[in-house]
């Protein structure tokens, strides 16, 4: 969402400029008031929609139709022509889902996928470099992730009956019998195109997302998420052996907490952004006058730089998740007090990641929902080099800014060092609570140290100003953690393997 100066005019932006006498009043870049405008739309059609088209059989047309109508026209709202993008990566990955034969199709469109992603990415890096100007690459990234997730899930339905056809399933390595996941989210027949047309395009999700996957949204436009609670349409008589016949009633929670809790953090998160961000950038690190203060200043400045450079994605990430609670996705079943739980498309949580002891707590409240897809279609999918391909997948999911693989490779290398630490040394701090607490300051100060040099890059981009950046801090953070990865016993995944099963852990630190 920052921008440089120079593109203020939106030379590169592609959507709607009919608001841009508005834009220059707010000061405000036409793609950042495109964008915030086109949430505000959807926060409003959202709760029309939940309102006004409940699920029941006879709104499940309407439902699909209106999400997929209204998700289109505010994507041409803000990305104008560049909307054809996902339209032709679309038809092209359903045509290839009903042509293909399952046993390769999911592998065919994935493929498919990656590519066309690949070279918006590249363009983005010919015609647009360094800049942060709105364009269709975000969107793509989401649907590329909705596409090749179900890709995965058909497959896994075709795997499904392929070992319903097997007398002795177990013995044939093709039918491997699906995790207790993939049978929850398998799919056994191609979606129907308007249902295909509404999941791609369904409007509270069609900006930022984030990822909800196909059957999580079946159930939500058909209603299967919502609460059902019993309810008695006969009561027995003194005379009567008959007994009460029960019958399930669905019922709709209310929104407005959720949706109003987020929304409050959004305005928080907005005005840091709006006061701070601009301010205090990240590139201003590799500035003589950082670089040449004392040592407190610098370190100071960077926590708080990066930490600005985040609200922006707080902003993003929870401003997308409360517009899908207002119309009702997001719904996962009740909490052990028996109330709604509005988590299913949480993707980021802002206090556990400034208060993280450890990056592991960080990567695991960090875009939750791209861990979620690592995991589901690359970690749980391969035997071997399971960490690499989360790797690569993950790296060429964010694109090709040489900044990106620094800032992947040295948070593989810091979540070791990590794991290092807390398997080798932690046990000396807890022999009372003061030493508990001691370790738990040091953690916190190094786990913030570790997350802003490793997100800097992510920001830099170039291997210019990261490699001046590091030079200036005499790469004592990387080589530290590389040291410690290599000889820490513990570090390694496989020599603890036994000890502790994998966990999402190891797909989320590729996920930023």
Not at 62 to 72: D, Q, Y
Request: charged residues 20%.
């Amino acid at each position: 969402m920052d921008q440089p100066i120079s593109n203020l005019t939106g030379s590169t932006y592609r959507g709607s400029h009919i608001f841009s006498f508005v834009a220059k009043r707010t000061g405000l870049p036409i793609d950042q008031f495109n964008f915030i405008l086109a949430e505000l739309l959807a926060l409003i059609f959202a709760i029309c929609f939940r309102r006004y088209v409940p699920p029941k059989p006879s709104n499940l047309i309407k439902r699909h139709l209106i999400a997929s109508l209204l998700g289109i026209a505010l994507g041409q709202f803000c990305f104008g022509s560049q909307i054809w993008h996902l339209i032709l990566q679309s038809c092209i990955s359903y045509l290839m889902l009903c042509t293909i034969p399952p046993k390769h199709s999911y592998k065919v469109v994935f493929i498919f996928c990656m590519l066309y992603m690949s070279a918006i990415h590249i363009h983005r890096l010919i015609y647009d470099y360094g800049n942060y100007t709105l364009d269709i690459s975000g969107p793509l990234m989401i649907n590329t992730q909705k596409l090749t997730a179900l890709a995965f899930s058909f497959f896994d339905g075709y795997r499904s009956k392929q070992r319903a056809k097997r007398r002795r399933p177990d013995e044939d390595k093709d039918c491997a019998a699906l995790s207790e996941d993939q049978e929850k989210q398998k799919i056994l027949d191609i979606p129907h195109p308007i249902e295909f047309l509404s999941y791609i395009f369904y409007f509270h999700g069609i900006c930022v997302g984030p990822l909800c996957f196909y059957k999580d949204y079946l159930d939500y436009i058909e209603g299967r998420n919502l609460l059902v609670i019993p309810t008695s349409t006969g009561r027995q008589t003194e005379s009567s052996d008959s007994t009460e016949e029960y019958h399930p009633e669905t019922v709709q929670p209310s929104t407005f907490w959720p949706v109003f809790t987020k929304l409050a953090q959004c305005g928080l998160w907005g005005y840091i952004l709006m006061n701070f961000t601009n301010v205090y950038k990240i590139e201003y690190n590799i500035n003589p006058e950082i670089v040449n203060s004392p040592l407190y200043k610098r370190i100071q400045y960077l926590l708080f730089s990066t930490f600005c450079n985040r609200a922006k994605y707080y902003f993003a990430f929870i401003l997308s998740e409360a517009i899908n609670n207002a119309g009702g996705l997001g719904l996962n079943g009740v909490d052990e007090k028996g109330q709604p739980k509005w988590n299913l498309l949480t993707n980021i949580k802002p206090f556990q990641l400034e208060t993280a002891t450890s990056l592991k707590v960080v990567l695991d409240v960090w875009n939750m929902q791209t861990a979620l897809w690592l995991r589901r279609i690359c970690y749980d999918r391969i035997e071997k080099g399971r960490t690499l391909g989360v790797f690569v997948l993950s790296a060429l999911w964010h694109g090709f800014y040489p900044g990106y693989y620094v800032c992947f490779i040295l948070a593989a290398f810091e979540t070791y060092a990590g794991r290092g630490i807390r398997r080798q040394i932690r046990p000396y701090f807890q022999a009372n609570a003061i030493t508990k607490a001691i370790y738990a300051c040091i953690t916190w100060f190094g786990t913030q140290i570790a997350l802003n040099f490793a997100v800097t890059p992510f920001v830099l981009m170039e291997v210019r100003k990261v490699w001046y950046f590091y030079k200036t801090w005499y790469f004592i953070v990387p080589v530290t953690s590389v040291i410690l990865a290599l000889t820490l016993n513990g570090a390694s995944t496989k020599r603890s393997k036994k000890q502790e099963p994998p966990s999402q852990e190891t797909d989320k630190k590729k996920s930023n």
